[in-house]
């Protein structure tokens, strides 16, 4: 479902992070972009090609933690051919493709977002009203500014600063004060124990470690309260979760993407989407689309547990 990670973004573009986005994201414990991998990727040879390359990879090197440091920095002076670091290369863009999205193009993220909504039915699933709730991954708010309206109190936690810069103006232009912002992720969640009545996470959670896993569930467990609930809106592998004891429910209704704009819908299939969802504009001239036309289903799917302790 979407374009060439390599054609969107180069290698210094990893840059745009700060040092504890990238412990977050190159890392052995999580599996993101092992650091081996992004060491290949800066492997430099000394030449020309390299050299600008070389201090972004000292200034990650020196954010890393020791272990991880000093995989990535055997991996960056093991010599290799250029073939192989164009392969690396690739493959840290493609795995960190929507991070560097969150990071670097945000207002281009919450044009994506603004089309692709989700249904709110997922909130009373999640009881929601006069509660306290943590949205866990809550990018620019697409959950949290409905969430907002009806909970007492909302903690939006996500670990890009672009992404919850975004939100906080979203929140000032609402009039919305009930929100606190936290920057962090699944793994770590800060705040005490039975603390919130429910969790919801929209299209953030997942399986492996990077977006979740079993340490991040555990996490949410840990935070909301005996009978609380947590909601996964838009589950990427419903069958994980049901394994974890979770429901899976698919709320009734028709749902389309649908843009302001016939401008806004084709910059966004042109950078996100690819050519079925191009063609699929040039046919209709009209300024939304199927989930079909991409092989997504719709969001209007979820995973929910009640918590008992
Ligand atoms: C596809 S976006 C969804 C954002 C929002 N929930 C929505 O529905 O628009 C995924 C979000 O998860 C966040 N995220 C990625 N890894 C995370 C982690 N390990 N812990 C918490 N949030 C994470 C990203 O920064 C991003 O905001």
Not at 165 to 188: I, Q
Request: hydrophobic share 45%; proline share 7%; aromatic share 8%.
């Amino acid at each position: 479902m979407r374009i060439d990670a390599a054609a969107a973004f180069s290698l210094g573009d990893l840059a745009v992070f700060d040092a504890t986005h990238w412990r977050e994201v190159i890392t052995t414990a999580s599996g993101a972009v092992p650091p081996a991998l992004a060491g290949r990727a800066f492997a430099s040879d000394g030449t020309r090609e390299t050299l600008p390359l070389d201090d972004l990879g000292q200034r990650i090197a020196r954010a890393l933690p020791p272990d991880d440091r000093a995989i990535f920095a055997q991996a960056r002076q093991r010599a290799i051919t250029t073939n192989e670091r164009e392969s690396a290369r690739r493959t840290v863009l493609d795995r960190l493709f929507w991070e560097l999205t969150y990071w670097k193009t945000p207002k281009e993220y919450e044009r994506l977002t603004a089309g692709e909504q989700i249904h709110l039915g997922a909130l009373d699933v999640a009881r929601v009203d006069g509660a306290v709730v943590l949205d866990a991954g809550a990018g620019t708010g697409r959950v949290t500014l409905p969430l907002a309206r009806r909970a007492r109190t909302v903690y939006a936690l996500d670990p890009s600063l672009p992404l919850l810069r975004l939100l906080d103006c979203k929140l000032a232009a609402a009039g919305l004060r009930n929100v606190e912002l936290h920057r962090g992720a699944f793994r770590h969640v800060p705040l005490p124990d039975n603390s919130v009545d429910a969790v919801v996470a929209c299209s953030a959670f997942g399986p492996d470690e990077a977006r979740g896993g079993k340490c991040g569930l555990d996490e949410l467990m840990r935070v909301t309260r005996p009978g609380g609930r947590i909601v996964i809106i838009w589950p990427s592998d419903p069958t994980w979760f049901i394994a974890q004891g979770f429901t899976y429910t698919v709320l009734p209704g028709h749902l389309t993407i649908t843009f302001p704009t016939l401008e806004d819908a084709w910059e966004v299939a042109t950078r996100f989407y690819g050519l079925a969802a191009t063609s699929h504009l040039d046919a209709t001239a009209r300024p939304e689309l199927p989930f079909h036309v991409l092989g997504v289903k719709p969001p209007r799917d979820l995973c929910w547990l009640t918590v008992r302790k």
